[in-house]
Each structure stands twice: as C-alpha cells, then as structure tokens.
C-alpha cells in the first residue's frame, strides 16, 4: 500500500469530479490525502467528512480574470510538504496544475477532467467571445499567458489519465503531452444502487451544474417547440435540477426570465441526493444540451436509471451515447431535440427498450474498474 496525496483545488460542490476524488480514495487500496485550497462541507458530498482532508491557502471559487489570477498566484506558490508521501495525484481542470511547479519531489500523476475549458474547448471559447466580444482581447492575451504558463506545469506529469477521447484530444492538440503517456480512463458508476423504476412519468429532465457553458437554454428553447410543433403532448413538463454557483446567479435567472411562468417548467437548485434520484428515477427522458461535453456523467447516470437520452451530438457524449440504441445524438437545435422528444413522448414501448438498453451498456462503467487500474499504475511508481 502506498500513501497517495491528491490536490483539487476546490472541493465544494456535488459534481463529477468531487464524485471521482471521493470514490477513488474510498475504494483504493492505497491510503489518501486530499489537499484542496478551497474545502465546503455543507456543499459537497457529506462523505469527504469520513476522508484526510487537509486545507491549504485558500483560493477564490469565482471565474472572473482577476480571481482565476489570484488563485493561479496562489496555487503556484503553494508548497505541501510530501516527505510521507510515494506519490501525488493532480485532479485537474486548469489552474489546478500549478500546483505541480512547487511540488514535484515525488512522482506526479494528472487525472484531467479537461484543460482549462474555456480555452482548449472551441465550441465554449466561441460561445464565449461571441457573448463578449468586448473581452476579444484581454481574452486573448490572458489565454496566450496561461498556456505558456501551463505547459510547463504539465512537464511534471510522469502520466495523464483522462476522462474521454474528447479531453485526450484537447490535450494532444495543446502539445501539453506525448500520445504514449495519455491514456484515456472513463470514471465510473455505482451501478449497483441504480435500480431502475420502469416509471415514466410525463416529464423530461435536465441534470447537471447550472452553468453558461452547460448551455441549458437549449433544452429550454426545444421544451417549448416541442410544446408548440406537438400540441397532443401538451401535459409534459420540462425539470431542470442542479447546483447554482455564485457566479452562476444570473446565468440563472436568465434561464427563469426565458422559461417564462407558464407552469411547466420548473427548476430545483441545489437538490440533494435523494431529490437528484427521484429525478432519474420518475422521469421520461434526459435531455443533455452541453455544446461539447468533456465526458457527461449524468447521462451515464440516467441510463443506469433506465431512461433514454437525448444529447448534443459533440463531445463526450458520442462515446457513452449508442445513437439510436440508448437515446440520440441530435444536431444542437431546438427542432431536432424536439422531433427526438416527440418520437419518445409518442412511442412508450421504445422508450422503455432504450431505457433496458441502457442499463446493459452502463454496466462497463462501474467504479471499480476505474479505481483497479488507478490502483495498479500506482502501484508500479
């Protein structure tokens, strides 16, 4: 057994990565040690309770330009002490690899969700400056620095585990490292508590962290054509439920101003983990409008509940996603979402076999086929 320490720098949500840390060292046969700079139990998934957590210098969770600086400054000039340690293990996002300029005396892994999102991911950085074109050029200047920056953090990964092919591309085309040391690991599900209800109630919905990038104004835009192209499917309701971050106020209460007070669209911020289960579990279908998703572990998720999915057709979903065997892969439109909703609203019997489906294809997923080989490349250090 060996002692491994593990740095994020913000465990404070419920989200996939969290999930991912959590599971890894609770499952592990290697003794861990999760160091983050900035740590929120009330937030996150009460387990980390049961985990070595160890709180360093603390960084800010918002994204603006001058925070994310900061907390680069920060995390860069952080130095843990790791004489105890055989390894150390960055679960990284971005500015997360910094951490590595200070800390490299013994031997350093990466598990990449994705390089800094906003400037590796095309179709966010558009999305982005064609949102703000009057930050075209601080953008540009502060994406030129950082990737100079970063490429020399990543010179201290002895390895690179990623989540998809997508974030393995995204890494290859940075030059950031060779093909021979990235290696693309999926993580995993709990597929034994998801036992599916075969209920499906009129209802679809969106899961997931409530943030600009997740571009949920779409499944939004194709509820309501949906509504008005298939009037004899007026009693479906659209459910929208994840967690709300401080800067994701006002992403927020556009999504409310553009879901309007009809009465069918509701949202449920910052649900808990029973409230996140009967969402899969009652409901019809899954809709996932992220533009180019680095994995999507809700849909992974869904299916294990026995529902269909009905995705962007980008990204990480066109690895977990069998077109047209446990949901679809459709063009990022209103009207093509709708046309996949209305054949699923219509048509029961298929709903229930690609919800079976499904649940059969989600079995490769499960935790411990991730934390196995996490543990046997470790063990090799």
């Not at 959590?22 to 309770?49: G, I, N």
């Not at 997931?208 to 309701?237: C, H, M, T, V």
């Not at 998720?301 to 057709?313: C, D, Q, S």
Request: one cysteine or more.
């Amino acid at each position: 057994m060996k002692k491994i320490a593990i740095y994020y720098p913000w465990v404070y949500l419920r989200s996939g990565v969290e999930r991912m840390i959590l599971e890894l060292a609770r499952r592990s046969e290697h003794d861990w040690t999760v160091f983050t700079s900035h740590y929120y139990p009330k937030q996150t998934f009460p387990e980390f309770r049961e985990l070595n957590i160890v709180e360093l210098s603390k960084v800010s969770v918002k994204r603006g330009y001058s925070a994310v600086g900061n907390a680069a400054l920060t995390i860069l000039r952080q130095k843990i002490d790791l004489d105890s340690y055989d390894a150390m293990v960055v679960s990284s996002e971005g500015v997360g690899d910094f951490i590595t300029f200070r800390n490299h005396s013994v031997p350093v892994v990466c598990y990449c969700h994705t390089p800094l999102k906003v400037i590796h991911d095309s179709f966010i950085r558009r999305k982005y400056l064609n949102e703000n074109p009057r930050m075209k050029i601080p953008f540009t200047l502060y994406s030129e620095a950082f990737k100079i920056v970063d490429k020399f953090a990543w010179r201290y990964y002895r390895y690179v585990f990623c989540n998809s092919d997508e974030v393995r591309n995204r890494i290859l085309r940075a030059r950031l490292a060779p093909a021979e040391r990235v290696e693309v690991l999926h993580p995993g599900l709990d597929v034994d508590v998801m036992q599916p209800s075969w209920d499906y109630q009129k209802y679809f919905v969106v899961v997931g962290r409530i943030k600009w990038w997740k571009n949920i104004e779409l499944a939004i835009q194709a509820f309501r054509e949906f509504k008005r192209r298939y009037p004899a499917f007026s009693d479906f309701r659209l459910h929208i439920t994840g967690q709300v971050e401080k800067g994701s106020e006002e992403y927020l209460k556009m999504l409310q101003s553009i879901a309007g007070d009809a009465g069918d669209i509701t949202f449920k911020r910052d649900p808990t983990d029973e409230e996140l289960m009967h969402a899969y579990r009652s409901c019809y279908c899954l809709l996932f409008p992220s533009l180019n998703e680095d994995w999507g572990m809700t849909l992974l998720e869904a299916m294990g509940f026995g529902k269909p999915v009905i995705a962007v057709n980008q990204g990480g979903p066109r690895e977990s996603v069998i077109d047209g065997i446990t949901g679809y892969l459709v063009a990022p439109e209103a009207s093509a979402f709708a046309d996949a909703m209305a054949r699923l609203a219509g048509d029961s019997e298929l709903t229930r076999w690609l919800g079976e489906a499904g649940v059969s294809h989600v079995k490769q997923y499960d935790w411990s086929r991730f934390v196995a080989r996490f543990d046997s490349y470790l063990r090799t250090l």
